[in-house]
C-alpha cells in the first residue's frame, strides 16, 4: 500500500530535483520541513546525477552473480 505524504504528489513532482529532498519534501540536508526550491543554496542537481552515474557504472564492472547477491540483498 501507499504511503501517504502531507505534500501532494503534484506539489512533490514540481519541486527540484536534488540529492537532499526527501520523500515528504524536506530538506535531509537542512533542518526544513519544506524544501524552498530552486532558490536554496545546497540545491545541487548536478551532484545528484554525478552520484547516481557512479555508483551505477561500479555496479556494472560487478558480475552477474554479485548484482543479484546485492540486489537480493537489498530489495528483497
Same mark, same amino acid.
Given at each position: 500500500?501507499?504511503?501517504?505524504?502531507?505534500?501532494?504528489?503534484?506539489?512533490?513532482?514540481?519541486?527540484?530535483?536534488?540529492? #537532499?529532498?526527501?520523500? *515528504?519534501?524536506?530538506?535531509?540536508?537542512?533542518?526544513?520541513?519544506?524544501?524552498?526550491?530552486? *532558490?536554496?543554496? #545546497?540545491?545541487?542537481?548536478?551532484?545528484?546525477?554525478?552520484?547516481?552515474?557512479?555508483?551505477?557504472?561500479?555496479?556494472?564492472?560487478?558480475?552477474?552473480?554479485?548484482?543479484?547477491?546485492?540486489?537480493?540483498?537489498?530489495?528483497?
Amino acid at each position: 500500500m501507499r504511503k501517504h505524504t502531507p505534500m501532494g504528489d503534484d506539489e512533490l513532482l514540481s519541486l527540484p530535483d536534488c540529492r #537532499f529532498l526527501n520523500e *515528504k519534501g524536506g530538506c535531509e540536508r537542512l533542518s526544513f520541513s519544506r524544501c524552498v526550491g530552486e *532558490k536554496c543554496t #545546497f540545491l545541487s542537481p548536478e551532484a545528484h546525477s554525478a552520484d547516481l552515474s557512479g555508483w551505477k557504472s561500479r555496479l556494472s564492472l560487478l558480475s552477474e552473480e554479485e548484482q543479484l547477491r546485492i540486489a537480493k540483498k537489498y530489495y528483497g
